[in-house]
């Protein structure tokens, strides 16, 4: 009934019909499977990067410093003129801490400083957008793990907050937790 052509042709559409819909079956399984190790493995690098943070953070505070952006400043010794003149004028002054907002990529910072302008306690917020693999991955499990018990754990007035104190030489580094069991910001005083 059908010419030797025809039927070669409908033996191609049928044969590739078969095996493009086997094609879409096998790649639509994959890419379910890729994006969940993906996620897994995502997950895991923002722990490390936190761990990472928070081991710098740990060490520099013992020399009177947070790292970052605030590197180059140590408290009782550099000003709030030293602030200004790298951060620029704060975006907003609170409760006597001068305060510089995160913004993409980088962190949050505050400042607090002592009668002779020097710099009484630094605040660190962390990152908004990036919190995963900063503040927002630091827990109170994980603190214990990387740095130890706290040397004073307290409940912050009016919040449902807890701060974690770990003495650091002449310092104490403070990590606010929130509710959430995630670190809220660190204080170094």
């Known amino acids: 009934m059908f010419s030797k052509k ?4 409908m033996g191609t559409i049928l044969t590739g019909t078969v095996l493009g819909m086997g094609a879409a079956y096998s790649t639509s399984l994959e890419p ?21 943070k ?5 060490k520099d505070a013992f020399k009177g410093h947070m790292p970052f952006a605030a590197s180059g400043f140590i408290l009782n010794k550099s000003t709030q ?21 995160a913004e993409m990529g980088n962190p949050g910072f505050a400042f607090s400083y ?3 302008k020097t710099i009484a306690q630094i605040r660190y917020f ?18 214990g793990k990387v740095i130890g018990s706290a040397d004073h754990i307290r409940n912050v007035k009016g919040t449902n907050e807890i701060n ?10 403070e990590f ?14």
Request: hydrophobic share 35%; aromatic share 10%.
């Open 126 to 143: 962390g990152t908004n957008v990036e919190r995963k693999d900063n503040l927002g991955s630091i827990t109170p499990k994980v603190l």
């Open 54 to 58: 928070l081991k710098l953070i740990y």
């Open 6 to 9: 025809a039927k070669i042709f």
């Open 164 to 173: 974690y104190v770990y003495d650091t030489g002449k310092y104490q580094l």
């Open 114 to 116: 002592n009668k002779n």
């Open 81 to 101: 003129k030293d602030v200004h003149k790298a951060f620029g004028a704060p975006m907003s002054v609170s409760g006597g801490f001068d305060i510089y907002h």
């Open 32 to 52: 379910a499977h890729a994006d969940q190790m993906k996620t897994e493995y995502t997950a895991n690098t923002y722990q490390q990067d936190a761990v990472k």
């Open 176 to 189: 606010i937790v929130r509710k959430d069991q995630t670190v809220d910001h660190i204080n170094l005083k």
